[in-house]
């Protein structure tokens, strides 16, 4: 798949076809992942074992809302694997607001990853406190989702009530076995699209496996 700006790509690496992004940061690995010159860019394979974004896109992921230039609020960046990839794609025009509530690795994140691409703007705060981000001005294109919480799907909501633009998409990874472990994964996502309901429209669900077990992905459309 290629997203419309066409900012996601097929390479070969090694004999076999990869997905990639264009490395914002010419040189520098984020995940020890391989970077490959072609022509007079450099690409970063993007893995779909370490990045559920990727394994959307591997599982047949139909719009990926994420383009050049997008304003991205991103809730659980970690040690930012798939935000360094979310960087990529909107390029040095795009921004990419990045929460994060552990220090630790928020730490690791700023080192190696924040420092390095101006268009990263990290958030060391808690998801559940949207008016707490004083550096988020305007409203974003996209909020990303990714905090394994039991409450993921409220706290989604209240950061796009807060700051996703009308029409804009919400990017929900579901961890199933955070919500509840005795109940099909499938049935998990159902509940959760339907808290989704009265503000959204349900565009596309996604199983993540065999790339992550027990988890999917909603993309969903903010209609306020
Ligand atoms: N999105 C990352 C990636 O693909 O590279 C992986 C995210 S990891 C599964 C979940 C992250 O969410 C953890 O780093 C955790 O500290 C963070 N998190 C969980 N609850 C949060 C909250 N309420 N506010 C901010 N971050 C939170």
Known sequence: MENEEGNVF???????????????????????EKLVKISDEEFRAWDPYRSKLAAAIMNGLEILPIVRKSRVLYLGVSTGTTASHVSDIVGPNGIVFSVEHAS?????????????????????????????????????????????????????????????KKDGYLVLVVKTRSIDVTREPSEVIRTETKKLAPNFEIIQEINLAPYEKDHGMVIAKYVG
């Open 104 to 164: 630790r690795v928020a730490r690791d994140f700023l080192d190696r990853v924040a420092s390095l691409r101006p268009n990263i703007v990290p958030i060391l705060q808690d998801a559940r406190n949207p008016k707490e981000y004083f550096s988020v001005y305007g409203t974003v294109d996209i909020v990303y989702v990714d905090i394994a919480q039991p409450d993921q799907t409220e706290i989604a909501i209240l950061n796009c009530k807060t700051y996703l």
């Open 10 to 32: 097929w390479v070969k690496i090694d004999g076999e076809r990869r997905l990639a992004t264009i490395n914002l940061v010419p040189g520098n690995q984020v995940y020890k």
